[in-house]
């Protein structure tokens, strides 16, 4: 019965998310820690509950969307998780960006116990959420995949079937990898060529319509001024905060030593970020590396 649906994590993201499934018409029974979180969804008209377990003894789905690998195993294992319930034959998606290896651990006991567990991280962040335009990267049985795309279209615009259960996750760090290493990429490079004289703008198109392009250089671009309607020209407010990327690029270099794959870049674009984590840039975006770049002078 997927018209009464649980969800657990009602925070930046999962707010808005639960919003959204709820203005679909369906019915929802919601869990946080912090009880200001669940107040906007109650005065919705969701039903709020006590704990994870209360949550799974009331519904057949149940979606999380939680900050950490920590929060993802007390929620599903903890004393009163998900899986304490003695309910059988749920299906439960985890929407949170956690290592892969988790995801696995989790499905692994929610299997023995007669549920299903998919993991379907996200992409796009809170305005995306807020839009129903997220993309969800998901990993799990085939067999349970339209019900999963049937949901998940309820809160975004993409859903895609990546692989076995842990695949999502798995996509999710190797792209947000690429992307911290290729907007350190574009950042060094734009910050050398204005060293050298170059007007910004025309390093820029000539980049653009060359071998050197990238997401960061075409839609994205770091340098204040450079282009409208990014974060370089607002501050550095809004979009991709500094200290998620850090995070994600923690799960990737995790799973790389876990899988003994040389990572060098990976590994260096993860000790930058949590160094400009630990330096006042933390709730900035991420393309700030730039800015991280300048108060370094010649870096
Ligand atoms: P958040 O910290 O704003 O929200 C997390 C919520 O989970 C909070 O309300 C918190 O109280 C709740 N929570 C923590 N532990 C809990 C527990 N044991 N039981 C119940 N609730 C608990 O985080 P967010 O920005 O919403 O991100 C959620 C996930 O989505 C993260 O894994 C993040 O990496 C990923 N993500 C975020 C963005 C973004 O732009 N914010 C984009 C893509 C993916």
Same mark, same amino acid.
């Given at each position: 019965n997927l018209n009464k649906i649980g969800f657990i994590g009602l925070g930046n993201m999962g707010r808005p998310m639960a919003e959204n499934v709820l203005a679909k018409g369906h019915n929802l029974v919601v869990y946080d820690v912090q009880q200001e979180a669940v107040d906007s969804l109650r005065e919705l008209g969701a039903t709020v509950s006590q704990s994870p377990q209360d949550v799974a003894a009331q519904v057949d789905c149940i979606i999380t969307m939680l900050p950490n690998n920590a929060c993802v195993l007390e929620v599903y294992e903890g004393e009163?998780?998900? @899986?304490?319930?003695? +309910?059988?034959?749920?299906? @439960?998606?985890?929407?949170?960006?956690?290592?892969?290896?988790?995801?696995?651990?989790?499905?692994?006991?929610?299997?023995? *116990?007669?549920?299903?567990?998919?993991?379907?991280?996200?992409?796009?962040?809170?305005?995306?959420?807020?839009?129903? *335009?997220?993309?969800?990267?998901?990993?799990?049985?085939?067999?349970?995949?339209?019900?999963? *795309?049937?949901?998940?279209?309820?809160?975004?615009?993409?859903?895609?079937?990546?692989?076995p259960v842990g695949s999502g996750q798995a996509v999710k760090?190797?792209?947000?990898?690429?992307?911290?290493? $290729?907007?350190?990429?574009? $950042?060094?490079?734009?910050?050398?060529?204005?060293?050298?004289?170059?007007?910004?703008?025309?390093?820029?198109?000539?980049?653009?319509?060359?071998?050197?392009?990238?997401?960061?250089?075409?839609?994205?671009?770091?340098?204040?001024?450079?282009?409208?309607?990014?974060?370089?020209?607002?501050?550095?407010?809004?979009?991709? *905060?500094?200290? @998620?990327?850090? +995070?994600?690029?923690?799960?990737?270099?995790?799973?790389?030593?876990?899988?003994?794959?040389?990572?060098?870049l990976g590994s260096l674009a993860y000790q930058l970020y949590s160094n400009m984590v630990n330096s006042g840039f933390a709730d900035k975006d991420f393309s700030s590396v730039y800015q991280f770049f300048l108060r370094r002078g010649s870096m």
């Open positions: 009163n998780g998900i @899986l304490k319930s003695g +309910k059988k034959g749920s299906l @439960l998606i985890d929407s949170s960006t956690v290592d892969p290896h988790v995801s696995k651990t989790v499905a692994a006991i929610a299997e023995a *116990q007669g549920h299903v567990f998919v993991d379907a991280p996200v992409s796009g962040g809170v305005n995306a959420a807020r839009l129903s *335009q997220l993309t969800f990267m998901v990993g799990g049985p085939s067999e349970v995949f339209p019900a999963v *795309q049937d949901l998940l279209f309820t809160m975004g615009a993409r859903v895609v079937h990546c692989g760090i190797c792209n947000n990898m690429l992307l911290g290493i $290729s907007m350190i990429g574009t $950042s060094e490079a734009m910050n050398l060529g204005i060293r050298l004289g170059i007007d910004p703008k025309v390093l820029l198109t000539i980049i653009n319509s060359s071998s050197g392009r990238c997401w960061s250089s075409e839609v994205y671009c770091p340098v204040p001024g450079a282009m409208d309607n990014v974060p370089s020209s607002n501050d550095y407010k809004g979009g991709f *905060q500094t200290k @998620l990327m850090a +995070k994600d690029l923690g799960l990737a270099n995790d799973a790389a030593t876990r899988t003994a794959t040389p990572t060098p």
